[in-house]
């Protein structure tokens, strides 16, 4: 017998507030044409007055938690990837987990930018699998607007606001083919820091910061990085990329996106898109369109699915999951 993460559920949670890129092009230096041309982006949503990130990573979790039919005091693990909490401390996991009125769990952040989806899952199977938990809820959100410099139109026009979440569940298999997480992979290199990163934090300048990128390097890496990721895993897991009934990657960038799928020769009706409505969601962008693919009918339980993403860090990592 095999003990395996199984994914019970999903769920996702949206801002109230939908910018589309005429709107955004009233403040900003930039247009539709511009904006899609080079992102694929059309649509994100803001976080508005009295929406947080542990708001929102609050209620993609009671999404998760019903499609799973798991109660809240089921929960004995929660990990939230953010990279923008609440507050520097305590950690936001601990702020989901009083709304959730779950009196004792573990409860902590991971923060691995855009890839903290794949660190927070890989961090939980391990747990499950290890015996420290036996049901966990992880969760990807942030409010990356609160991190933009609204005057730098080749970065503000790329980010939005969410939250994504899954409920996972250690489960005995003895098929080598069962449900469940097959394989993870993760990566880091510090030496890249400089490319993408926030110019401020509590050690260095006591600010927030804003968000700093330089998108032609940070390109060029990431389709590198997840073409590589990606294969690793599948080898891993004894598979190789005509196996995959779905991608769900980072919502980046619809290049980045193309350019992976070319280099795997990944046929580009398997991947899961939901950059041009969501737009880049940092450690929210995996859950929240898996959850998209799962609430719409293409992914379905038995399915092979990669999860992959790449963010500031540089971070990287890929999973593969028989839904």
């Known amino acids: 017998m095999t003990l395996r993460s199984v994914f019970l559920g999903t769920g996702s949670a949206l801002p109230r507030r939908r910018v589309t890129n005429a709107e955004l092009a009233l403040q900003v230096d930039t247009s539709d044409e511009w904006i899609v041309a080079r992102t694929g982006i059309r649509d994100r949503y803001i976080a508005g007055e009295g929406e947080t990130t542990a708001s929102l990573a609050t209620d993609a979790a009671r999404a998760a ?16 990837a953010t990279a923008t909490p609440d507050q520097t401390f ?19 952040d991971v923060a691995a930018v855009c890839s903290g989806f794949l660190y927070a899952v890989t961090v939980a199977d391990n747990m499950l699998r290890g015996g420290a938990a036996k049901t966990a809820l992880v ?9 933009l410099d609204w005057e730098d139109r080749a970065t503000c026009v790329l980010f939005g606001d969410g939250a994504g979440a899954v409920v996972l569940r250690a489960q005995e298999t003895d098929d080598a083919t069962g449900r469940g997480i097959l394989a993870s992979r993760l ?15 509590p050690s260095t300048t006591g600010t927030v910061g804003k968000l ?20 690793e895993v599948l080898e891993s897991a004894g598979l190789v990329a ?3 009934d779905w991608l769900v990657p980072h919502q980046a960038n619809a290049r980045i996106l193309d350019a992976t799928a070319r280099k795997l020769g990944l046929d580009p009706a398997r991947i899961v898109v939901t950059v041009d409505r969501h737009a880049n969601t940092s450690a929210a962008s995996v859950p929240l369109a898996l959850d998209t693919a799962v609430r719409d009918g293409r992914i379905k339980p038995g399915d092979l699915i990669v999860l992959e993403a790449m963010g500031g860090g540089f971070t990287w990592g890929a999973c593969v999951v028989r839904y």
């Open 65 to 80: 938690l019903a499609a799973a039919n798991v109660a809240p005091g089921e929960i004995d693990l929660i990990i939230l």
């Open 90 to 108: 305590p950690a936001s996991a601990t702020i989901v987990q009083a709304s959730l009125g779950i009196n004792d769990c573990i409860a902590f």
């Open 139 to 147: 969760i990807g959100a942030e409010t990356m607007s609160r991190l």
């Open 187 to 201: 990566h880091a290199d510090g030496r890249y820091n400089a490319l993408l990163n926030v110019d401020g934090g």
């Open 212 to 231: 700093r990128m330089k998108g032609q390097d940070v390109f060029r890496h990431a389709v590198v990085n997840l073409a590589g990721v990606m294969r």
């Open 242 to 244: 005509n196996d995959i």
